[in-house]
């Protein structure tokens, strides 16, 4: 189902659909596709934010859908379609933005709107339906490979890799729906290691502290409700200076309409207790990983991800080993969008296709 469709300068095609969930798909215009793979975003960004991805993979035969989470993106209005037409520009983040910025007041102002009520959402919104929504989408996905003889994989950003590897957990045992692998760029594997919020950074801390033991799981669950019933917010405008080392993309994810920049602290401590789910699940994945970090990053904590790659056992395919590619002298969160995204992204799409990294 879709109700709007537009082409970039590839002639990639993309529209908006409903089922299962919301979510955007962008397909090769030449018809060329040779597998399926699902993008999911990070926490308090939208399917829009993937879209560079999304066009490089397309580009190179990839038929793409990119999800929106539970709590995050837009409505399927012209106004939304119009700000996915501004990402997928294809060219550079100065474009980008002018073309952000070239939004109508009306469609800002709508998409504004859209916005904060979706930020409401998360105030209810469980992490176990992000990653519940996520596997939804894998099986569709996988389904969609099964039907055309096309194998399937996954790209996870930031809180959306925390999704995804919990949502493979449920499924990787499944080989008829497991992806065939999964890239995973700085994932949510531990909090962050600052914030400039000392009130943010005592309370993830004493969360984390208690998430992770069994008899202490109820005091966490009252704080979370504390936390919620207070409408304790987190301010992460702070996040816009180190998402990038491009000064462009720090200003669009500063400026981009459906960017969720003040974040219900109860949904962030939500994060803590899948967080250890996940480290205590890893040697149970048996999915093909690649994962993508910087040296240091100022969102995600890179140790998570290290501590947590060591715990995985032999993936279940010998094409794809296990794989953890880390730029040492990078210090940003989001590398996909960084001034080495296209060696990343090369990096990435080159194991997808059963090929060694360079």
Same mark, same amino acid.
């Given at each position: 189902?879709?109700?709007?469709?537009?082409?970039?300068?590839?002639?990639?095609?993309?529209?908006? /659909?409903?089922?299962?969930?919301?979510?955007?798909?962008?397909?090769?215009?030449?018809?060329?596709?040779?597998?399926?793979?699902?993008?999911?975003?990070?926490?308090?960004?939208?399917?829009? /934010?993937?879209?560079?991805?999304?066009?490089?993979?397309?580009?190179?035969?990839?038929?793409? &859908?990119?999800?929106?989470?539970?709590?995050?993106?837009?409505?399927?209005?012209?106004? #939304?379609? /119009?700000?996915? &037409?501004?990402?997928?520009?294809?060219? %550079?983040?100065?474009?980008?933005?002018?073309?952000?910025?070239?939004?109508?007041?009306? @469609?800002?102002? #709508?998409?504004?709107?859209?916005?904060?009520?979706?930020?409401?959402?998360?105030?209810?919104?469980?992490?176990?339906?992000?990653?519940?929504?996520?596997? &939804?989408?894998?099986?569709?996905?996988?389904?969609?490979?099964?039907?055309?003889?096309?194998?399937?994989?996954?790209?996870? #950003?930031?809180?959306?890799?925390?999704?995804?590897?919990? *949502? =493979?957990?449920?499924?990787? /045992?499944?080989?008829?729906?497991?992806?065939?692998? *999964?890239?995973?760029?700085?994932?949510?594997?531990?909090?962050?290691?600052?914030?400039? @919020?000392?009130?943010? &950074?005592?309370?993830?801390?004493?969360?984390?502290?208690?998430?992770?033991?069994?008899?202490?799981?109820?005091?966490?669950?009252?704080?979370?409700?504390?936390?919620?019933?207070?409408?304790?917010? %987190?301010?992460?405008?702070?996040?816009?200076?180190?998402?990038?080392?491009?000064?462009?993309?720090?200003?669009?994810?500063?400026?981009?309409?459906?960017?969720?920049?003040?974040?219900?602290?109860?949904? !962030? *401590?939500? =994060?803590?207790?899948?967080?250890?789910?996940? #480290?205590?699940?890893?040697?149970?994945?048996?999915?093909?990983?690649?994962?993508?970090?910087?040296?240091?990053?100022?969102?995600?904590?890179?140790?998570?991800?290290?501590?947590?790659?060591?715990?995985?056992?032999?993936?279940? @395919?010998?094409?794809?080993?296990?794989?953890?590619?880390?730029?040492? @002298?990078?210090? !940003?969160?989001?590398?996909?969008?960084?001034?080495?995204?296209?060696?990343?992204?090369?990096?990435?799409?080159?194991?997808?296709?059963?090929?060694?990294?360079?």
């Amino acid at each position: 189902m879709s109700n709007s469709t537009a082409t970039n300068k590839k002639q990639n095609h993309l529209e908006y /659909r409903v089922f299962p969930e919301p979510h955007w798909r962008l397909t090769p215009g030449n018809s060329a596709i040779h597998s399926e793979i699902l993008l999911v975003h990070g926490l308090g960004e939208h399917a829009g /934010r993937m879209l560079s991805v999304a066009s490089f993979l397309a580009n190179q035969g990839f038929a793409v &859908r990119i999800l929106d989470l539970p709590g995050h993106g837009g409505d399927g209005s012209e106004s #939304h379609h /119009r700000l996915m &037409r501004a990402y997928l520009t294809e060219g %550079s983040p100065a474009e980008v933005l002018h073309a952000i910025r070239n939004l109508s007041a009306a @469609d800002q102002q #709508h998409l504004l709107h859209v916005r904060d009520e979706k930020n409401l959402q998360l105030n209810s919104t469980c992490f176990q339906s992000c990653v519940e929504t996520v596997e &939804r989408c894998m099986l569709w996905s996988a389904a969609d490979g099964n039907e055309s003889r096309r194998p399937h994989f996954v790209w996870a #950003h930031s809180m959306g890799g925390l999704a995804a590897i919990l *949502a =493979l957990g449920n499924i990787d /045992r499944d080989l008829s729906s497991a992806p065939i692998g *999964a890239v995973l760029t700085s994932p949510a594997l531990a909090p962050p290691p600052f914030k400039d @919020d000392l009130l943010t &950074r005592i309370l993830t801390a004493k969360a984390q502290l208690i998430s992770g033991f069994l008899p202490l799981k109820p005091l966490a669950m009252l704080q979370r409700g504390a936390m919620r019933a207070l409408g304790l917010k %987190s301010d992460s405008r702070w996040a816009s200076d180190h998402v990038s080392d491009l000064e462009d993309e720090k200003i669009i994810h500063q400026e981009d309409p459906l960017q969720q920049l003040f974040l219900p602290l109860c949904f !962030v *401590a939500r =994060l803590l207790p899948a967080m250890s789910r996940a #480290h205590s699940q890893a040697k149970n994945l048996r999915t093909p990983t690649f994962s993508i970090v910087p040296g240091f990053d100022p969102i995600v904590d890179t140790h998570g991800l290290l501590k947590w790659s060591t715990r995985l056992k032999s993936s279940f @395919d010998k094409n794809r080993p296990h794989r953890l590619q880390k730029y040492e @002298d990078l210090c !940003v969160h989001d590398v996909p969008r960084s001034s080495i995204s296209e060696e990343a992204m090369e990096r990435a799409s080159g194991w997808l296709l059963g090929a060694e990294p360079i």
